[in-house]
Each structure stands twice: as structure tokens, then as C-alpha cells.
């Protein structure tokens, strides 16, 4: 929840992943892009269901508030249980982790 509240870290994370996942350069996530790039940066097993949600392409703003979703829905449902994952070095949950390290000390 530290990194979504850290507007600055939040938006630079989440403007890189953007980014890395518009394939097309077109600055708008269409629903394939979504698809095949938000297992690598959830880095988790994760499915972009089809159909009207996803029918329209995802424009950065709106990258961001289903980032923020999907963390804050991650960081509920474990809460402050001990809970071991493995995560990928370069993704999201990896740097929200960092960025909590960080701020923690």
C-alpha cells in the first residue's frame, strides 16, 4: 500500500510497465497488449478476462488505476499474514516490496 500512496514512485513505476507493455508505440494498451504483458508485470498468474472491460484500449491513466487495484486487492487479501511468493526481480510486486524495504529503515 506504501508504493500506490508514494504518488511519485507510483507513477514512475507504472509509466515504465506502460511503456514496456504498448507494443505498438501508439500510447494506449489495447486489449491484446494487456493480455500478453500484465502476467510480466503482476508477476503472478493472472488473466485479463475478455469482453467489455477490455474491449477498449487502456490509455496511461487508466493503466495506473488497474494497477492500483490490482495491488490494493493483493495487499487486502494478505494483509499482514507472512506470506512467501516468488516474484519475478523486475516485477511490480518485486519493487513494491523494495520501495516498502526502503521507506521501512
Known amino acids: 500500500m506504501g508504493l500506490i500512496s508514494d504518488t511519485k514512485a507510483f507513477e514512475s513505476i507504472t509509466d515504465d510497465y506502460f511503456k514496456i507493455l504498448d507494443l505498438d508505440g501508439d500510447g494506449k494498451l489495447s486489449p491484446s497488449e494487456l493480455r500478453k504483458g500484465l502476467n510480466r508485470v ?13 474491449d477498449s484500449n487502456l490509455a496511461p491513466e ?5 494497477i492500483s487495484e490490482i495491488l490494493t486487492a493483493m495487499a487486502r487479501a494478505f494483509g499482514n499474514t507472512p506470506v512467501i511468493m516468488v516474484v519475478h526481480n523486475d516485477g511490480l510486486i518485486m519493487k513494491a516490496v ?8
Open 62 to 66: 487508466k493503466f495506473k488505476d488497474l
Open 42 to 54: 503482476v508477476a503472478v498468474e493472472s488473466e485479463v478476462a475478455s469482453g467489455e472491460e477490455t
Open 98 to 105: 523494495r520501495h516498502e524495504s526502503e521507506n521501512a529503515m
